[in-house]
């Protein structure tokens, strides 16, 4: 057991407060920031981070209350009245932490710190908490930020969805009635998506910023697949505004592989639960044992389908002629062996080898010999690719599995933390409403440099 689990049996007030003041061996970081940067799984998932989490995660809302979480949902999601139902909840009275130290104090030696461990620390009774305080709680609370993020998510991908089935048209240029409305140059619901993303892109700008670490930033999972989101929408943005055929097409493939993304990027909203957020990393990681047999499969793949192609189609390249006495008069070549390169070729080769390992088997017809190598180099492939490395696979999936469910709590808790860390610093209302947050952020960072810069002057004078 750690030290920071037994000054949490001890006293959980006193642990969890340990947590938000900053090491000073360690330049005045804090504990949790140490760990994250450590990937120390272990310290975050111990009992003390936990509870530290669970005060962060609901704010003031007491969550010890029955099913706080599903109460807390019901008020998110009703958002036109939520000052009407958020009061209703359960509150805690927002308190300073009771452990007042200086730094000076906190360069004891080791006995004098396990002394301050175990000492008991008296708490202040909670008061009454006024009804314009719960409406504010209420917004401060990261489990709110989660909730509406994750209605935003539903209801844009319904409607990017709509958008991409029937609301996608070239770009109105000759004053056709569109959705009902003449001249219309983009439909409605597509402006409203365009509005989302760009909302979306907004908020991952924010965060690259912010960051501590770019290099953190970048190498994180979910913000690869936002780069990438991005980038995808920026192209079909960008050529959905010109109106050319080839374009257009570009645009809307473009588009749907964006949509792809945006519905994968869904799967992070799974790790606020216990039961789904394990299944997230048996998901990658089986993918990267599949990634493997991918690679091999690829060999025998091109190996069997480039063979066996090229010795079936043979005949319809080549044409041997014979005089009456069996001799051989002249071979000719299809075409004069120009043009038989094209790019359905390739498909055709692709095709003819794909389908195999999914056990769509054609008959080979013929008795020639290149019909009968085809059909033991058929029966060879489909045994290596079906039965050899699909058990391969499978194997190393229950390996995966295994590891990962024998790890699955302290894997659960990590993907916690890091959802906290991030939903504590998310603007409380979810896209769009969030560039109303950040024009007010800007509007009062403007109003607080104005504010210095007069005292600055004020006193300059003085």
């Known amino acids: 057991m750690s030290i920071i689990d037994r ?4 006293d959980e007030h006193f642990a969890v ?5 900053p090491a000073v061996a360690f330049n005045n970081v804090y504990p949790l920031q140490l760990a994250r940067k450590a990937t120390c799984k272990s310290f975050l998932a111990s009992k003390c981070v936990q509870k530290y989490l669970d005060h962060q995660w609901f704010g003031c809302i007491n969550y010890k209350r029955k099913a706080i979480s599903f109460r807390v949902f019901l008020c998110s999601l009703f958002f036109p009245l939520l000052p009407i139902f958020s009061i209703f909840l359960p509150y805690i009275k927002k308190h300073k932490n009771n452990i007042r130290s200086t730094p000076d104090q906190l360069k004891v030696n080791q006995s004098t710190m396990m002394h301050n461990v175990i000492e008991p620390v008296q708490h202040k009774k909670k008061k009454r908490v006024q009804w314009s305080d719960k409406i504010a709680y209420f917004y401060q609370a990261p489990i709110v930020r989660f909730y509406y993020y994750m209605i935003f998510f539903i209801i844009f991908l319904g409607l990017f969805s709509y958008v991409l089935l029937v609301d996608y ?4 240029i000759y004053n056709e009635r569109r959705s009902n409305v003449q001249n219309l140059r983009i439909p409605i619901t597509e402006t409203i998506l365009h509005i989302c993303i760009w909302s979306l892109i907004s908020e991952e700008i924010r965060q690259f910023l912010f960051v501590n670490s770019k290099r953190e930033y970048i190498s994180g999972m979910w913000n690869i697949i936002d780069i990438f989101a991005t980038i995808l929408y920026l192209i079909g943005f960008i050529t959905r505004f010109i109106v050319l055929e080839p374009l257009f097409v570009v645009s809307k493939i473009f588009l749907c592989l964006d949509l792809i993304l945006w519905f994968v990027r869904t799967l992070e909203l799974f790790a606020a639960f ?3 957020g394990p299944k997230l990393i048996m998901i990658f990681d089986t993918m990267k044992d599949f990634l493997f047999f991918v690679c ?3 060999i025998f793949l091109f190996g069997y389908s480039i063979s066996s192609w090229s010795l079936m189609t043979t005949d319809n390249q080549v044409s041997w002629n014979y005089n009456s006495d069996g001799s051989l008069f002249n071979a000719t070549v299809s075409g004069a062996g120009s043009g038989l390169w094209t790019w359905q070729l390739l498909r055709d080769v692709i095709n003819f080898g794909v389908w195999k390992i999914f056990g769509q088997v054609d008959s080979i017809d013929g008795t020639d010999a290149y019909s009968v190598v085809t059909f033991i180099l058929t029966i060879l492939f489909v045994a290596v690719a079906n039965v050899l490395l699909l058990s391969v696979l499978i194997a190393l999936f229950n390996i995966t599995i295994q590891n990962v469910q024998m790890q699955s709590h302290r894997i659960w808790r990590y993907q916690r933390f890091l959802l906290v860390s991030e939903y504590n610093n998310k603007p409380p209302l979810p896209p769009p409403f969030n560039t109303i947050y950040y024009l007010y952020s800007i ?6 440099k104005i504010k ?4 600055k002057h004020r006193d300059g004078i003085l």
């Open 274 to 276: 216990e039961k789904l």
């Open 7 to 10: 000054c949490f049996d001890h």
């Open 296 to 298: 091999f499969l690829l």
């Open 452 to 455: 210095h810069y007069n005292q």
């Open 169 to 172: 048209f070239p770009l109105n």
């Open 443 to 448: 509007i009062c960072y403007i109003i607080k």
């Open 17 to 21: 407060d340990l947590l938000k003041r």
